[in-house]
């Protein structure tokens, strides 16, 4: 049983019950759900992630203290730690996990200040500038993002992950021209001159730059955000569109570029090029013609609506 499926049939098991039965007071505020640290939230554990901070838990976010105090917010933390010890042959852990609490009561603004660093404005909502946007990595916004909400009485955690799943569509195309850009410099330029020059572990490094930059394009293209890289691949095969890259990206990162090989991955690099290109074009993205992935980056920037984020450094939001 996956981690997200086992904390959801635990809190309706005892989750639920306990709050229905004891906290009738606090349940209009409460939100409860599994996101943020750890393969569970984004669905990709398995028999080997859960030598670690595998458990049965939930998340019970709380709003601030002028509508749920610290006495209250105590017994809920006592009530939780209370529940069943073992579940579905799950021991629930003794001890904190190495990556802090990641389940239990949560105040709402910890959470998200934590995994952001912004501030919250009002109820459901965080002040995020447009240089938040351009700044915060794209994994924290992820782990802000991902897993599954059980329920959302109040509606603060929900509108939070709504307005932090919906980046800007400028900050989306500056996002993009960067890394098309990168994409450019590193396979389209540098590879080749670097294997003329026969220097293999710089081609290597060069491969790697492609693919990192590619892959953020693609998960930009989907506007999805790209988790923390050890999670990157698993979750590429899983978008909806160019997810057949994967394997190509795989094939680039675990080859030499020995001979023949180099050659290969110089023809899979523009193969790579034309399929973002298509993409851009089909998302009305960019208006150039030719096969240069540098010009079509800056023409998804000349795209860019608001002047001041258009005018920044084609560089500045990656």
């Keep these: 049983m996956k981690g997200l499926e086992l904390s959801e049939k635990y809190f309706e098991s005892f989750g639920r019950p306990m709050l229905e039965e004891n906290f009738q007071d606090l349940l209009p505020f409460i939100a409860v759900g599994l996101t943020g640290s750890g393969s569970e939230c984004f669905g990709f554990d398995d028999e080997i992630s859960r030598d670690h901070d595998f458990e049965p838990g939930f998340c019970i976010f709380i709003p601030g203290e002028d509508i749920i105090d610290r006495k209250q917010a105590f017994a809920l933390e006592r009530a939780y730690a209370k529940l069943p010890k073992e579940f579905e042959g799950v ?42 946007w351009m700044t915060i990595p794209d994994y924290a916004l992820a782990e802000a993002v991902n897993g599954r909400i059980f329920l959302d009485n109040y509606g603060e955690v929900t509108n939070i992950r709504n307005q932090l799943s919906n980046m800007p569509e400028d900050i989306r195309r500056k996002k993009l021209a960067g890394h098309i850009l990168l994409m450019a410099q590193a396979g389209q330029y540098n590879f080749p001159r670097i294997l003329m020059h026969g220097e293999q572990a710089a081609a290597q490094m060069a491969v790697f730059e492609f693919v990192k930059s590619a892959m953020q394009t693609v998960f930009l293209l989907n506007r999805k955000y790209m988790p923390f890289y050890k999670w990157s691949f698993r979750a590429l095969s899983q978008l909806p569109m160019l997810s057949e890259l994967a394997d190509t990206f795989h094939y680039l990162l675990t080859t030499d570029n020995e001979g ?20 851009l ?23 860019i609506m608001d002047a001041n984020i258009r005018n920044m450094h084609i560089l500045s939001a990656v």
Excluded: W
């Design 281 to 303: 074009k089909e998302q009305e993205l960019t208006q150039a013609t030719c096969h240069d992935l540098e010009k079509h980056a800056y023409s998804v920037n000349d795209s």
């Design 91 to 132: 021991k629930r852990s003794q001890i904190a996990p190495v990556g802090g609490s990641r389940h239990g009561v949560i105040r709402t603004d910890e959470f998200f200040r934590e995994k952001t660093g912004l501030e919250m404005e009002g109820t459901g909502s965080l002040i995020i500038t447009e240089r938040d």
């Design 260 to 279: 023949l090989i180099g050659e290969d991955k110089t023809g899979i690099i523009e193969g790579v090029a034309d399929r973002i290109i298509e993409v």
